[in-house]
């Protein structure tokens, strides 16, 4: 069974730093794509960042510059370090898995629970 565990949220000031963590477990047959997304209350939800195993990786024009998305194959764990972080970042951040290098929710197969990231101005 896929599982997306997320982890690393919380209450940071404008300005800040946050680092989230994407374990991931149970692929049997390939590396997937693993893609960062997140959902403000109100909102649709939107791709942030997604990498291959390669290292090719894709990101939204909101994010560009103050996020990298990094991955330790070791641990089998997909990293977005934020910074510079805005209030309007605030949201609950997935990550999920799929086979299509894209930002496109509705290309992944398999999310995580969310994790919540508050910026308080």
């Known amino acids: 069974e896929v599982q997306l565990v997320e982890s690393g949220g919380g209450l940071v000031k404008v300005g800040g730093s946050l680092r989230l963590a994407c374990a991931a477990s149970?692929?049997?047959?390939?590396?997937?794509?693993i893609a960062w997304f997140r959902q403000a209350p109100g909102k649709d939800r939107e791709g942030l960042s997604c990498m291959s195993r390669s290292g090719t990786t894709y990101y939204a024009d909101s994010v560009k510059g103050r996020f990298t998305i990094s991955i330790n194959s070791a641990k089998n764990t997909v990293y977005l370090e934020m910074n510079s972080l805005k209030p309007e970042d605030t949201a609950v951040y997935f990550c999920a898995s799929g086979d299509v290098l894209s930002l496109h929710a509705l290309l992944y197969l398999h999310w995580g629970q969310g994790t919540q990231v508050t910026v308080s101005s």
């Open positions: 149970g692929f049997t047959s390939h590396d997937p794509i």
